[in-house]
């Protein structure tokens, strides 16, 4: 059942007027895998993980989820799938409690809760991000990496059969790093499918089994990390832009 | 979420003493107070109605003068051939349908767009109306005669505003008054955990439009002589904006704190100086805009969280000593 | 025949408001729902400059113009500044500014009942016909048709082919951007907005001359123009255009085929067909 892929983004094209931001990209994601989706900054990164969660439609090609094509259709029935994401700037709901937060990410998505149920999954889903306890905290006066863990747990709520991270741990301190780190990995653990846009390359060398480089909108390799990132055309994509 | 709390009990037998109180009002006066209170009720069911849906969106509608005539006009056209209750059925479906169809067409997109489609909605529907009837009937009035008076129209009109209120509380607890929760926050992000935002909003304009279409009905035997112009006078429709704005859009509660100031402000004003309607709607406005943005209610709960942030800073004072 | 010209005549001056509300909405991103009582405020001075000083309407644009410049800029200073400013999105000047301009609706239409009452006006201006194959038109129709078209391409030349009107064009695409090229949007924004109401202003004063008016007949005049800006794109100046004399077109086609009570219906018909089909506008490109 392993080998089973759940997402296939086949030969996809995102054009904004004359610019290619994601130029006939192939690539799958098999079942409990989590790969890293790296490339330099304005690669077409994010453009992909829009595409993917319905922000965006293609311009041509296809996704499917688990065989459905998914691509063209509108993002809350994308959501209702199974597809859940965080968003690169952090986005809180600030007038709704942390828990409400979370329940958010309950009650209209894939698996579906109401009352009670929804309420005391968000309470374990927010001692699992670290948040125990703080469910009826405002979210206003939450720091930056509380802030995130709310996030991923909104995004967990919907026991999503496909989670996208957008650079979920850009911006963390050293520690933080540290514990974000283990939390993915024990998302893993659970056999959670993730797809990763990170720029942290230590994040993605320990986490993915697997990772996709894009460069200027298209894809130059798909492979094992430790392979992949030792290829000339990966490091000459990074070295030409400014960051790593 | 499914039980009642001491707080929503304590709520709810307020709410019946106070509806039970204000029902006794035709008992004592049949004359002027009578028919302001009709107007005040009158203006609380549009008003909560239209902050149904305007209040979680942001959305502002100045399509009640269309529903509002399509329920008189129900009245109108159907009173010698149909029971009453059966036309206030049919008004709200009526006002319901066209809420839904303006809905479908314009909440997809942003704002203006659908403030625009709604100016000028009433205007339409009363050419459309003189033109059907000019042309397929023998006359352009419709003369409504019941045997119900004030205190008749007052009395369904507070039963109407008992099931709005209701009904508002009702989608406040649900998924739906959840949903418009999230994406009065970020309707990106309630997108993407699920929500279909489009029909969320249609949902709760084809309420606020049927609520608003029926209190057009119950008014109908008050004109007695119905003709689209006066059906359809879209001053109804920024007076309902302004009141609403004026008490607040964030509480079921709020607009009644607009309602009563600017009906009888407005009753004083228009019989007294009829010409300067218009400067008063225009001012009333501008009021608040720049002085009250979040209503009276809004200003009571900053003077509020002020006098709390004072109080808490006190005691934190004295623990201190 | 003579629905095409009559039509393009009353779009030319739907043009002008249209673009008015264009630049004021587009640029300085205000959505004036007040600009069609300035509109009637126009048509009230050139009736006045005639009937008291005897000035051509036409010439009368000279004084009327640069008026409503000077009015247009001190009510972008005073009263839609400071909801710029406090706006922490454009959502919120949204629907700011839509109150804001309601109020202001009502001020000028109620100061004007005050003044003018409440009936219609009109007077005779270059009434006599003239001929354009083979039938009779009002020669003031003609003339305000001309007068509109020039204008209009008098704004087309400064918007497209002179410094400042550049300057205008980018604060429209992108504000913040605009500012970091040394733009000043503040002072571009009030230009714009009082531009604007200018443009409406002349479009006023042409109107009075073939149409005949009242205090309360602005908000329609507005949401005409609103609709035709919708139509031809936020900022695109050829859409305006061109949805105004399609709208000019259906209304009188509807009016002298169907029904004079049926060209709101007409309106929204196109309306409606624009939102559900081209909702960028007729020239907008699908979503940037």
Known sequence: MSSRSLLSVETVRKAFGGLVAVNDVDFSVKESELIGLIGPNGSGKTTMMNLISGALKPTSGTIRLDGEVISGMPAHQIARRGVARTFQLVRILPSLSAIENVIAGAVFGHVRAWGDDAYREAEVLLDRVGLGRRGGAPTGSMTYIDQKRLELARALASNPRLLLLDEWLAGLNPSELKIGIELIRDLREDGRTIIMVEHVMDAIRSLCDRCVVMSSGVKIADGSVHEVLSRPEVVTAYLGADDA | MTRLSEKELRIAVLAI???AAVATIPLFDDGYYLSLSVNIALYAVLCTAWTLFSGPTHYISLATAAFFGIGTYTVGLGIDVLPFPVLL????????LLAGLVGVATLRLSGVYFVIFTLGLAELVRQVVTWLQTNFTNGVGLYVFTDMGEKHIFWMLLALAAVVYVTGWLINRSRLGFAMRIIGNDELVARHVGIDVARAKVILFVVSGAFIGVTGAI???????????????????????????LGGTGRLWAPLLGVIPFTILFDQISSRFPNHTSLLI?????????FLPRGVSGLIEDLRKVRGDFGSAAKAKEAVR | MDILITGTVLGGTYALIALGLT?????????????????????FCAFWLYSTASINPVLGIVLIAPGAFVLNWLIYDFAMKPLVNRAKNRGQLEVDSILATFGLMFIMQGVMLLVFGGGYYSYNFLSEPVQIL????GLNRIVALIAAAVIALGLYVFLYRTRYGTAIRAVSVNPSSASLVA????????FAFALGGALTAAAGA???TFYTFNSSMGVIFTMKALIIVIMGGVGDVRGAVLAALLLGLTETAVASLIDPGLTLAATYTLFILVLLFRPQGIFGRQEA
């Not at chain 3, 733009?183 to 009030?190: D, G, L, P, Q």
């Open chain 2, 89 to 96: 059925v049919i008004a709200a479906i009526a006002s319901g």
């Open chain 2, 282 to 290: 225009g001012v009333a406005f501008m009021a608040i805009v720049y």
């Open chain 2, 219 to 245: 008014l109908a035997p008050r004109f007695a002589y119905v003709e689209p112009p006066s059906a359809f006078n879209p001053v109804i429709s920024f007076q309902v904006v302004i009141m609403a704005l």
């Open chain 3, 206 to 208: 042409l109107l009075s």
């Open chain 2, 17 to 19: 003493v106070g509806f």
């Open chain 3, 23 to 43: 630049l004021q909405y587009g640029v300085a991103r205000i959505m004036n729902l007040a600009n069609g009582e300035n509109l009637v405020l126009a048509c």
């Open chain 3, 183 to 190: 733009i000043n949007v503040e002072r571009a924004s009030a």
């Open chain 3, 134 to 137: 083979g039938e009779n038109y």
